[in-house]
C-alpha cells in the first residue's frame, strides 16, 4: 500500500470530491487544512466555523468559508449541503469551557453538525475523537467523547471513520500549561516507543486523508493510535 498511495491519491483527485472541516481554527484542523490545499485532493474545501480565518497564502484564497451560529444550527443547515466528506476537528477542554461548555462542543455542536451534514448528502464523515473513548466511562471527556461516536455512527453515513490519537505532539498556540507539560515529559517516550502514547499531529492528518482516499468496504471504523501511525506514513517521502 505505502507504494500505491502516490497512485491512489491521484485517482482520488480525478472524482472531483468536495469537503468540509469543522474546527478549522484549532491545532488539528489548522494542519488538516494545510495538508488538503497542498495535496490537492478535493476540488472545492469549505471551513464551517464561528468566526471568518483570515490566510494571507495565496493558496487559500478558494476555500469558501461559512460562519454559523453553533447555538442555531438549524438556521444554517445550507452551509452543510453539498459536501461528499465531512473532517470534524471541533473540540475544546473543560479546563477552558467548563462541564456544560466541554459537553455542548464536543457532543452537541458535533453531533448536530453530523446529522445536517448527512441531511445535505454528506456520505463520509470523518471524526476526531480521543484515545480510551467509551459512553460508559466515568471519566467526562471519554464518556461525552465516546456518546458523540456513537450517536454520529446512528446517523448512517455510508462510511464513517473514528480516529483515536493519544497525546497529539504539536505547539500550541493557545497557552495549555498541563497538555505542554505532557508533551515535554513524552518526547523522549515517543522516541524508544513511538506508537504507544503519542502522535505528531502531522501523522495524525496524513492518515486521516490517506485513509480517506483508501477506498474500504467497512461502514464504520475505528483508528486507533498505533493505525494511526500506520496510515500517516504511508508513501513517506513519495509525493
Known sequence: MAANIATTREEYRKLNQSCFILGASGETGKELLKEIIQSRLFSRVTLIGRRK??????????????VVDFEKLDDYASAFQG???GFCCLGTTKAKSGE????????????????????????????ESSVGANRKSSFLQLRVKGEAEVEIEE????????????????DRE???PAEWFARKMLVPIAYMFPTAFSVPITTLVKAMLNNAVIQSDKKV?????KAIHSLGKLGEGKS
Not at 480565518?53 to 461559512?66: C, H, I, P, T
Not at 446517523?155 to 504539536?170: E, K, N, T
Not at 471504523?221 to 493510535?225: D, R, V
Open 174 to 176: 493557545e497557552s495549555r
Open 155 to 170: 446517523i448512517g453515513f455510508d462510511r464513517y471513520s473514528i480516529f483515536r490519537p493519544a497525546v497529539l505532539l504539536c
Open 100 to 127: 456544560a461548555g466541554f459537553i455542548r462542543v464536543d457532543h452537541d455542536y458535533v453531533v448536530k453538525s453530523a446529522q445536517l451534514a448527512k441531511s445535505g448528502g454528506c456520505k463520509y464523515f470523518n471524526l
Open 83 to 85: 459536501h461528499d466528506v
Open 221 to 225: 471504523e475505528m483508528l486507533e493510535n
Open 53 to 66: 480565518l483570515n490566510y494571507e497564502d495565496e493558496a487559500y484564497k478558494e476555500v469558501v468559508q461559512e
